[in-house]
Every structure is written in C-alpha cells, then in structure tokens.
C-alpha cells in the first residue's frame, strides 16, 4: 500500500490519501487489541481492500480537465475580495449569536449550535475551504501583509465557532506553507503526519508525569496525538461493531437522499453513535467509516471507497497544472476535516467542492503556467 506513495506524483489525492492510509494503518493496529464484538479479521480484510481501491483512482487519476477561456487575473482578484468579504462577513455577524473567548480544553464542553442553518453553513464553509485558499493564494503571490489578514481573521473563527480546528487552523497554514518551502510537498505530506505526532509523544515522555509543562504535554498530546490521529482509527472500530449488529444507512445519512430511500436512522450519525456508545462525543468518522461501513457494511465498503476515490480524483484533475504548494495549503484544513466526516459532508458542508471551482477558476497564468 506504502509504495504506491513511492511512484506516485503529488496531487490532492496524494495528500488526502496519506492521511487516510496513516488511519488505515492506526485501525489495523489498534484492531489487535480491540475488545469489541465484531469479526476482526474480515473488518481487517475489508479496511485494506478499502484503502486499496481508494488510492487506485485517487494517486494514480490526475490528467488535466480540458479548460474553457480562462478567466482574467483581474476578475479573480475580485472573487478572491469578495470571497474574503463574505468570510469577515460571517465573522461579524456569528458574534452577534456567540461569542466566548475560552480554553481549547473546553471547547467541546461549551460549543453551541444556535446559528441559524444558511450561517452555520458559512461559518464551516469558509474557515474550512474559503480561507485557506485565500491564504494560500496570497502566500503564493508573496502577498504576506494580506496572508496575514486572512490568518487573523480565521483567528476570530475561534470565539465564534469554539472548535479546536479552528483554533489550530492558522498555525497549521504557516506550519504546512513553511514545511513546503523548504521540504518539498510530498515530504512534506510525510511529514505533517510524523512530526506532530513525535513531538506529542515526546512531550508526554518527558513532561508528562510531572513538571511545568505537564499541563501543555498532555493537552498537546491529546489534540494532536489522540484526538487528530487516534480517534478517526478508533471511530472505525466503533462503526464495525454498531453496523455489524444494526441496520445500515444506505447513504441515508446524506439528507438529501433521506426522503426518498427511507432511513432507519433519524439523528445524525455520530449522534446515534454517541448514544450507542455514551463514553465518547458524537462520533463521526471519515468516508471509510460512513459512506464505506455504515452504508453498505464491510463487504461492499471496497466498492464505495473506489467511488469516493473518483471523486477526490476530479480534485486532482482541476488542479493538476496548478503549483503542487498551493495545492497542498488550499486543502490542508480540508484534509484534516475529510478525517472525521463523511465525504459528502466535506464536498458539500465544508467546501469542498467549492475549493474544486475555484481551483479550476485559478488563472493559471498568475503561477507563470499557460
């Protein structure tokens, strides 16, 4: 499975399907010491053939998408303005509906969903797909001062939202566009995964049990360890053991499919996983766990996760002859939120296809490409 990473060129899949292959790799192990009441063995089979079929169309599919006129230089700066308005916006008005300025240790505790529908859209649309492109787009043309802009102003996302994401969001852009600098995007891919997690586990080794920076080893060790890299492992277990027993979704789960197969199911489905399994928050998993297991269980989860693999591969062919760094940036708040949701939800919910147009709208004339 590694080695198609070896042979391989960068593209979006490339990023996304790393990440997934590391979740993979953490259910595999994590499976080993498993207490719960499903057939081990065939879930494993099925999480490998899974991953497998996904990587196929998402590495291996990359030709470009043939490109009407292109738009000018000038009208897309214009979007990208608006763009970036709609997003300060959103800000502004979230705050009138919430506002806590809190530790990213009760975030979960003290999140609220009292926004209305069209501006809870936005809120995720635009600190998940809209503003990282915005940053990437100025880092790209050395615009610094305005990258600056956007970074503080996806900043402001925090208080508003109270989600860990978006606390982290901006440190992550400067860490994924620095690493790129100087590594190079597919050792970069590699490494946005092994650092994080080598220095959480450093932490823990040497302050962890006590001292002055237990406090900030163990929370450290908990965002990015467990919570980033852990828990879309965990969820799979989780989602092999609740459909192994209950009725699967079909792709219910996606509302607009919900009214006309019928659904077993009328929550959410990390609701119904929390109510399932009450120890833990609501839990969502990641496409291999919900339109792969949940929708058609682990014999035909290969198939949907081949699907969903052509899917990430349209991606890569609107952005294919863009530069592989801006690339890797625009979608690196994308990536880690296609780590805990469904794939529908983050094409639609989170901006992913959103982030596809506007890669496909990109002058490419602006990186000195025809």
């Known amino acids: 499975m590694l080695a198609f990473f070896v042979f391989a060129r960068f593209s979006f899949g490339y990023f996304i399907g790393f990440y997934f292959a590391a979740m993979i790799a953490g259910y595999l192990w994590f499976s080993f010491f498993s207490s719960r009441t499903y057939d081990h063995s065939a879930a494993r089979i099925s999480a490998i053939a899974s991953i497998i079929a996904f990587l196929l169309p998402a590495l291996f599919v990359s030709g470009p998408f043939s490109r009407a006129k292109s738009i000018s230089i000038v009208t897309f700066d214009r979007i990208v303005a608006a763009l970036f308005l709609l997003s300060a916006v959103t800000v502004v008005i979230a705050a009138t509906y919430n506002f806590k300025i809190v530790s990213p240790t009760d975030a979960s505790r003290l999140r609220v969903d009292s926004f209305p529908t069209i501006l809870r859209y936005l809120i995720v649309l635009t600190s998940t797909s809209v503003l990282p492109f915005l940053f990437a787009y100025c880092v790209q043309r050395n615009a610094y001062w305005p990258a600056c802009g956007i970074l503080l102003l996806m900043l402001c996302y925090y208080p508003v939202s109270v989600t860990k994401l978006t606390f982290f969001a901006p440190a992550w852009l400067i ?10 995007v597919r ?20 302050f962890g049990a006590d001292g002055t920076f237990t406090r900030f080893a163990n929370l450290y060790f908990f965002t990015v360890n467990f919570r980033m890299n852990a828990v879309p492992s965990l969820a799979m277990d989780l989602y092999y053991e609740f459909f192994g027993r209950h009725d699967l ?27 399932f399994f009450p120890d833990g928050g609501t839990y969502n998993g990641s496409l291999f766990a919900t339109e792969g297991i949940a929708s058609v269980g682990l014999v035909l989860a290969p198939i949907s996760a081949f699907i969903c693999g052509l899917v990430i591969a349209c991606g890569n062919r609107v952005s294919s002859d863009l530069p592989p760094s801006f690339v890797l940036v625009s979608s690196a708040i994308l990536t880690q939120a296609l780590l805990n949701v469904p794939l529908s939800t983050a094409l639609l919910t989170h901006g992913g296809a959103l982030l596809f147009l506007l890669w496909y709208l990109t002058p490419r004339e602006i990186f000195g490409r025809e």
Request: charged residues 5%.
């Open 175 to 184: 860490f994924m566009s620095v690493l790129a600098r100087f590594s190079g």
């Open 249 to 275: 979704t079909y792709f219910c789960q996606i509302r607009v499919l919900k009214g006309i197969v019928g659904c077993s199911y009328h929550e959410q489905l990390g609701v119904v996983m929390q109510h």
């Open 187 to 206: 050792v970069t891919t590699v490494l946005s995964v092994l650092l994080p997690m080598a220095t959480g586990t450093i932490l823990l080794f040497f």
